[in-house]
């Protein structure tokens, strides 16, 4: 059955997933939503014992069925295949009886790889099929995290055009040194003087230029946009719900139907959303545990009904968590209101006037299948050496949130049922906050020392991601005032007028 997709703020205007997919966001500001979620088509017995790239297809042909088969799997098949450091893509690994999905073995180390690597071939498709001639232009502002893995996901992928602003003292010197040793000519980094709102603002003003989007179809060239409430982005991240279902059935971790709960480290809203999606296609997953860093806007709505971002910002040693506004909750307040695009419209617009809003008693009541909590500064680095401690397993700054979480959870309510826990980071990602957990001592050593002393007391060999960067050449030197943004993006697409 085809899907269509909507706007989360008018619900008139219908559009393929290809188009959403190359619109990214829709004009109204609201985000694209499926007009049904699509039950699975098959068994979680039948799905035991397929590859990831095998689930991979089965899910997101639910979603993308503009797509042919043989389009979805060549997107499936360039995007999940060497590039990740496994061949099971998403391994499982067990510890304290619990089950943590390690979703960080693509090129950057980080979950958003799991989407990122696929992203551009969904994207170069998706203009394909709509005959857009023109090269597409991805536009990012970045606070770290998402530029690299962007980065990695679009070098080299032909019909494509990256372009990356960072705050040129805002983001930690591996994050820096990850992104200016990218490779590919087709990929462009630029730190400027500023901070990330100033990188964003100047992004979003680039993106409205009109002069420049003229400009820009003469040579042949469009932009899009890779953030993460691009549907491209969503899809693919409920494949692994699916996937590790499937995997602990197969591996008889679970019986078939048994339930089970999925704790999710939390920031702008995409990976537990996709989680509530696999669940409403019919995976049996029981709660939906969303766990929150010392940002906590999220535990505060699941516990009041009451969003607000009228707050401070607290940086804390998981920043891809630091996030007050979690744009992707918006397409749970779309549901929540019974897909009513006017109600969510107002909420929405309350928030960008008020910085908050207050859901009613009635939508407040379909929020049972979430828990939120959260984790301070101290309750994580406790997590990261306890956890250390009883089973040699080393946890990312990220996931050991959703770790101290999980355990408040059961204190809560004693509920015992078996837990999928999202592992969203390498802990080579964030060496200094987690190996100082462990033992203060190591805050003496330099980074790539401390990467040295990970690996021998963890166990675990040190991901090429790390490896490379230790000697990479400097690629990427450019640096720019945020007035400079629009000259610099003209020199690199070419465009002299
Ligand atoms: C982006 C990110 C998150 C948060 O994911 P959301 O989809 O934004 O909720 C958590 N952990 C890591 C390591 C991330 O990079």
Do not use: W
Request: with cysteine; net charge negative.
């Amino acid at each position: 059955m085809e899907v269509l997709y909507s706007s989360t703020r008018n619900g008139e205007r219908k559009v393929t997933a290809s188009r959403a997919i190359l619109q990214g966001l829709s004009e109204d500001g609201g985000l694209f939503v499926p007009d049904h979620i699509p039950a699975l088509d098959c068994t979680m017995k039948e799905l035991a014992g397929k590859t990831y790239q095998e689930i991979a297809y089965q899910v997101m042909k639910l979603y993308l069925t503009d797509f042919t088969e043989e389009e979805l799997k060549n997107c499936i098949n360039r995007a999940y295949d060497s590039k990740f450091d496994t061949e099971v893509i998403a391994p499982i690994v067990e510890a304290e009886g619990t089950y943590y999905l390690e979703l960080f073995h693509g090129a950057t180390i980080a979950f958003k790889d799991m989407a990122l690597s696929i992203l551009p071939h969904l994207m170069i498709t998706s203009a394909k099929k709509n005959h857009v001639k023109n090269d597409i232009v991805i536009l990012t502002a970045t606070s770290g995290d998402t530029g690299k893995a962007a980065l990695a996901g679009f070098a080299g992928v032909e019909g494509t055009k990256i372009i990356v602003f960072y705050p040129k003292n805002g983001v930690s010197p591996i994050q820096e040194k990850q992104m200016v040793t990218q490779k590919g000519d087709n990929t462009f980094v630029v730190g400027i003087h500023g901070n990330f709102d100033d990188a964003q603002t100047g992004v979003k003003m680039l993106f409205n230029d009109r002069e420049l989007a003229e400009e820009m179809a003469a040579t042949g060239l469009q932009f899009s946009s890779a953030n993460s409430i691009n549907i491209g982005r969503l899809v693919p991240q409920i494949v692994y719900y699916v996937y590790s279902y499937a995997k602990l059935l197969e591996e008889e971790k679970i019986t078939d139907g048994e339930k089970i709960n999925v704790v999710v480290p939390t920031g702008n809203f995409g990976n537990i959303l996709a989680a509530y999606y696999a669940k409403n296609m019919g995976v049996p997953i029981e709660k939906l545990i969303c766990a929150s860093n010392e940002n906590k806007v999220l535990f505060d709505f699941f516990e009041t009904g009451k969003y607000d971002r009228n707050r401070e910002f607290i940086l804390t040693s998981s920043p891809s968590m630091d996030i007050l506004i979690s744009s992707n909750l918006e397409r749970l307040i779309y549901r929540i209101a019974g897909d009513d695009a006017g109600k969510n419209a107002e909420l929405m617009a309350a928030l960008t006037r008020n910085g908050s809003y207050e859901i009613t008693e009635e939508m407040k009541a379909k929020l049972g299948d979430f828990y939120g909590n959260y984790a301070s500064e101290k309750e994580t680095s406790e997590r990261i050496k306890d956890m250390y401690e009883d089973t040699g397993y080393i946890l990312d700054t990220h996931t050991a949130v959703a770790s101290a979480v999980y355990k408040k959870y059961v204190a809560d309510t004693g509920d015992k049922t078996k837990t999928v826990i999202a592992s969203t980071a390498s802990p080579f990602k964030f060496t200094r906050s987690v190996m100082n957990a462990i033992d203060p001592k190591y805050d003496q050593m330099s980074d790539f020392e401390l990467v040295d002393e990970l690996s021998k007391i963890g166990n675990v060999e040190i991901p090429n991601a790390i490896e490379e960067i230790r000697t990479a050449p400097i690629l990427h030197d450019n640096v720019c005032d945020k007035t400079e943004m629009k000259a610099v993006v003209k020199r690199f697409l070419g465009i002299y007028t």
